[in-house]
């Protein structure tokens, strides 16, 4: 039996007999991918984590409207913010986590404190304790969700993830 020179190896494509090429499985685009750094849990890390991710989205050119970009940065305020209020003493270094699909970004903060927190409706009286909260309400007004998750090393992660299209919940 003869087979032309054809065996069962790869084939240069456009020759006769053959099927047309099957279309490219579709790459990530430019803008998907993950980036960690950590911070200190001081007060500074709130603004220097808050910019390094405004920077890292922007780099990159993460297609996101001013609210979500600005949803996106309050989630990474307030959940640092905990971490530096609540984990410091058995966390002097946060974890922040970007991660960007096709059509979501996530934001996390992760650090060693075994507490899991929950979200509370403060007093009108207080100026704090509202954090979680607020996170909660962004992440649900832009149709994410979000979640608090114990680490293999008896920690804690906190994370939000949002569509990058804009998805009102009324």
Request: glycine share 12%.
């Amino acid at each position: 039996m003869e087979n032309d020179g054809r065996g069962s190896g790869p084939r240069p494509e456009g020759g006769v007999g053959d099927d047309p090429p099957a279309p490219a499985a579709p790459g990530p685009l430019p803008y998907e991918g993950v980036w960690r750094f950590t911070a200190s849990a001081v007060d500074a890390s709130v603004p220097q984590a808050r910019h390094a991710v405004r920077d890292l989205l922007l780099r990159q050119g993460v297609p996101l409207t001013d609210d979500l970009l600005q949803g996106l940065l309050l989630i990474v305020s307030e959940l640092v913010t905990n971490g530096v209020k609540h984990a410091a003493l058995l966390s002097p270094i946060l974890a922040v986590e970007v991660a960007v699909g096709a059509e979501w970004v996530r934001v996390s903060v992760e650090d060693n404190h075994p507490y899991r927190p929950t979200a509370l409706v403060a007093d009108h009286d207080e100026t704090g304790g509202r954090g979680l909260l607020l996170v909660r309400e962004v992440t649900r007004e832009a149709g994410g969700v979000c979640d608090v998750e114990h680490t293999a090393s008896g920690g804690k992660v906190i994370w939000a993830a949002l569509p990058l299209t804009a998805a009102r919940v009324p």
